[in-house]
């Protein structure tokens, strides 16, 4: 018997949580146990009933509470995303899941900084657990580092605090430190030796700016425009060292130093 | 029980639904979702004589029902794939062809000849209309001088089942389709996708970088079905027909219109397992309508009167 990575499957919605104008949290029942899934890894999401999608949508998968269940954090910017937003509990969601390379969890003691800006927080959320289930380290010794527009579009803050020390930035500095991630001080206060990342790509340039500055292992998620979501139609490519590669299942996590920015 | 069984000159297939290339990887993309002994046949990859980047990023534009691309045939040459590639695909239950295309008439050929002697591969596909590619591949599909020289070359040196893939971006399709069968082409395959643009109109900019690309998926159907019914007056040798499959009621369609076989392409994107889906939906067509052999709707429409209108099928 062929042994299953990724599956087809019918999710029903247990409950959605609307965390801002512009943010979602969808909690998901699987059909069935699907065990290995990991942080930085996606679902393709199809959107049922919306006028002018046609592919599914790709989603980091934000948190897995158990082998049976997954929370997506959606943000609305378009058809696709609206209409996940508009759905109501009880819902059925067809996912293919999980999908694409995940984050690396060193099996050494780190001093590991979690970046996430606007909806790039999601991975972040299970990245943070999964360091947490090694055992290597306490809540003092990871630290998350969080940036968004504003106050309300800081979400999930009380899920993060249970797995390692948040530190926040705005834009508006209704929150936290004012400015972008990049501007926070701890970039500066504390060493670090991984950096993980995921969010808009001028935010992730400069995390990885900053990660080469100090010689630092970096890694970051890209957010490749994607048909199929598994590695069939090399729409979604990054020009790398390596050539052209399919973030979808070469990434969407790569190593900075695979990458030509 | 209803014989699923279809053959294409020659070639047979278990049963007609195939898929089309660039939409299904090697296959291997697709492991955990199908049953490969449901898949009639497995058109890989296109593949060039050299390595190709393809074209930058963004390649993709969604589109109402379906998308444009423009990878510009990614692919790391005929030699990577066979010495790779091939031996890890060889043993799959279903029939394997390699989509060939080119920028001259020699590389076509010498790709076909590369692949020749893999035991496993049973034909190729010539890709003679691919829009993504600068130097040639459309122009050899765009005329029938064009279609005839690439594919009589090839005939030369490829001596197995040597199916012919079309451009639809032609003013008469048909003419392209007599000139591949009369340079030695086994079957045709129809249509390929059609050249179209998208626009970013907030940021005044086309989505894609190579500005157009080839549509494909659920809207381009009715002009695939168009072209496969008029083909199938005009030449002898089987039709494969494609273009915006997404069930079994569609691959019926495209049968009927006169195709042999038919290959599902972008639906894959969305339903990895859809060719499955397909071929079993097809058995159960053929039950319901009390249809012995799916081969028995190849061309089975049935036009009363009127002649259609404008098309030139000559
Ligand atoms: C691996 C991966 C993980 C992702 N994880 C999440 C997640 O956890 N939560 C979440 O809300 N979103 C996530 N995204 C982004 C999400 O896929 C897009 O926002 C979504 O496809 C937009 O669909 P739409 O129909 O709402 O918008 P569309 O109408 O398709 O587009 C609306 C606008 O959003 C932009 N957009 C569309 N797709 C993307 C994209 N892939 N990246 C950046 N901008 C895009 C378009 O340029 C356009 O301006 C992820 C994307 C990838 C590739
Ligand atoms: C992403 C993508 C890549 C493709 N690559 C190839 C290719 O390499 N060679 C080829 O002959 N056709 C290629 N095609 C065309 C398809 O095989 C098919 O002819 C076309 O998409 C129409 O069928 P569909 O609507 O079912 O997708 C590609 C299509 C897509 C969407
Ligand atoms: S999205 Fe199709 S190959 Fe990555």
Request: proline fraction near 5%; glycine fraction near 10%; aromatic fraction near 6%.
């Amino acid at each position: 018997m062929h042994h299953k990575n990724s599956h087809v499957v019918d999710c029903r919605l247990d409950q959605i949580k609307y965390l801002s104008e512009r943010y979602v949290l969808m909690l998901f029942t699987l059909p069935f146990r699907i065990l290995g899934m990991l942080p930085g890894q996606f679902a393709q999401v199809r959107i049922d009933g919306a006028e002018n999608t046609f592919l599914r949508r790709p989603i980091s998968i934000c948190f897995v509470p158990s082998p049976t269940e997954i929370w997506l954090l959606v943000q609305v910017v378009g058809e696709g995303t609206k209409k996940l937003a508009s759905l109501q509990a009880g819902s059925i969601v067809n996912m293919v899941l999980p999908l694409g390379k995940s984050f690396s969890i060193p099996m050494d003691r780190r001093r590991p900084l979690l970046v996430g800006g606007g909806v790039g927080v999601a991975p972040m959320l299970f990245l943070g657990k999964q360091l947490m289930d090694t055992g290597l380290y306490d809540k003092s010794s990871i630290h998350f580092l969080l940036g968004a527009r504003s106050k309300s579009d800081l979400v999930l803050l009380e899920e993060f605090e249970k797995y390692g020390t948040v530190h926040c930035t705005t834009e508006d500095g209704s929150y936290g430190t004012k400015g972008y991630v990049t501007q926070h001080p701890i970039l500066q206060n504390q060493s670090f030796d991984q950096v993980y990342t995921c969010g808009p790509k001028p935010m992730m340039q400069a995390v990885a700016r900053y990660a080469a500055e100090k010689e630092i292992d970096c890694e970051v998620s890209l957010e490749n425009l994607m048909a199929c979501g598994i590695g069939a139609c090399l729409c979604c490519v990054e020009d790398t060292t390596e050539g052209h590669l399919c973030t979808c299942t070469e990434g969407p996590v790569f190593n900075t130093k695979r990458l030509k920015w | 029980m209803v014989n699923q069984e279809v053959n294409l000159g020659g070639l047979r297939l278990s049963n007609p639904v195939m898929s089309a290339s660039g939409t299904f990887g090697f296959g291997e993309e697709f492991q955990d979702y199908l049953n490969f002994e449901r898949i009639g046949g497995i058109v890989v990859k296109g593949t060039t004589l050299l390595p190709r980047q393809g074209n930058p990023y963004p390649r993709m534009a969604e589109t109402p029902s379906g998308m444009l691309n423009a990878v510009g045939l990614q692919n790391k040459g005929v030699d990577y794939f066979v010495q790779h590639i091939y031996p890890r695909i060889k043993q799959y239950p279903t029939a394997l062809l390699v989509n060939v295309s080119g920028s001259t008439v020699e590389d076509y050929a010498e790709t076909a000849r590369r692949i020749q002697d893999l035991e496993h591969i049973p034909g190729i596909e010539l890709n003679i209309s691919c829009p993504n590619v600068k130097e040639g591949g459309m122009a050899f599909g765009t005329s029938a001088a064009g279609a005839e020289a690439v594919v009589k070359a090839v005939r030369k040196v490829y001596h197995k089942h040597l199916m012919v893939k079309l451009s639809p971006n032609v003013t008469d399709i048909t003419e392209i389709a007599r000139a591949a069968e009369a340079a030695g082409a086994d079957s045709v395959s129809l249509i390929n996708t059609l050249l179209g643009m998208s626009i970013d109109a907030e940021k005044r900019k086309p989505h894609l970088s190579t500005i157009t690309g080839g549509l494909s998926g659920p809207c381009v159907k009715p002009i695939a079905l168009r072209m496969v019914w008029q083909t199938s007056k005009a030449v002898r040798i089987p039709i494969v027909g494609l273009g915006g499959i997404s069930s079994a009621t569609d691959a019926v369609e495209f049968l009927l219109a006169g195709a042999s076989a038919v290959q599902v392409g972008t639906m894959n994107f969305i339903e990895p397992g859809i060719i499955e889906t397909i071929a079993d939906g097809l058995v159960a067509y053929c039950e319901r309508h009390k249809v012995a052999r799916i081969s028995d709707l190849t061309g089975a429409l049935e036009v009363v009167g009127s002649s259609p209108l404008s098309c030139e099928t000559k």
